[in-house]
């Protein structure tokens, strides 16, 4: 009888954040809520109402709730719960590389994973069929963020620019070279050669420079943003020494393109 009163406590409560229009929670706001409440029996109560569907916790200590909407899911679309998560976790992040090349339009493939940046190592997370993918960056700045708009607040995803950075510097966890300059040849559509300032190009390691600027000019013939992202790298006197296209490759027996010093040792077919 006990357990039962406690759970529809614990239903009611949840039904109530969401008609004041949350969706997530912390087992600490909880513990708060219900004082005269064990944190065993609340935890019992957390479990059967993530049992029946009605939550789940998708992080130690932090749950989402998930409307009727998305039962059949079971899970909210990351979109809607990743900057409460992160908050919760305290980390600077963004959304990027094939989630934010998604949210620029071009999304060429559905990404089937979620993509994430953080300052720190994060343990990947798999939810439901959900999995996202956190990347490690030393400093992430804010001049390069966009605020996008969600039914339930913002989040932070990478602007074009370093959206295809990224692309490029970690081709590695989204399929290679290959998957990521078919992505850029959609996304290039929203670059604008006047963001890529001096103090964008520093933030980016010279190899990263070199492969983008090849993949712009000589493969998408994106010609206004090879150039400046080209001068402003002079700028800065950045020296191009040769580097493999495919970094796993051999590096002998392959031309080089001269202006980016990109030794082409792999033909880039864009996907249409």
Do not use: C
């Not at 969706?23 to 706001?29: A, E, G, P």
């Not at 290039?188 to 001096?198: G, S």
């Amino acid at each position: 009888m006990e357990t039962t009163r406690n759970n529809n406590y614990l239903l009611n409560w949840v039904e109530k954040q969401q008609s004041w229009g949350k969706y997530v929670f912390s087992l600490t706001q909880v513990k708060n809520d219900f004082q005269d409440l064990s944190e065993s029996a609340l935890k019992r109560a957390l479990d059967r109402l993530s049992n029946k569907g009605r939550v789940l916790s998708v992080y130690k200590g932090f749950y989402i709730i998930v409307p009727p909407e998305y039962t059949s899911r079971g899970i909210l679309p990351p979109l809607l719960f990743i900057d409460s998560l992160m908050k919760y976790i305290d980390k600077s992040y963004y959304v990027g590389l094939l989630s934010a090349a998604a949210l620029h339009g071009a999304a060429h493939q559905q990404p089937q994973e979620f993509f994430v940046v953080t300052e720190t190592k994060q343990l990947t997370t798999i939810k439901k069929g959900l999995k996202i993918n956190y990347l490690t960056k030393k400093s992430i700045t804010d001049h390069f963020l966009e605020k996008r708009k969600t039914e339930m607040g913002y989040v932070n995803v990478s602007n074009p620019e370093l959206t295809a950075a990224d692309l490029i510097y970690y081709n590695n966890r989204i399929g290679g070279i290959n998957r990521a300059a078919s992505v850029l040849n959609e996304l290039a559509e929203k670059m604008k050669p006047e963001r890529i300032t001096n103090g964008f190009v520093k933030t980016l390691t010279t190899p990263t420079i070199q492969r983008l600027g090849y993949i712009l000019d000589a493969v998408l013939g994106q010609k206004a943003l090879s150039e400046k992202l080209y001068a402003e790298s002079k700028k800065l006197k950045k020296d191009f020494f040769r580097q493999p296209l495919k970094t796993t490759d051999e590096k002998t027996g392959f031309q080089t393109n001269q202006r980016w010093k990109i030794i082409i040792n792999m033909n880039i077919e864009i996907d249409e």
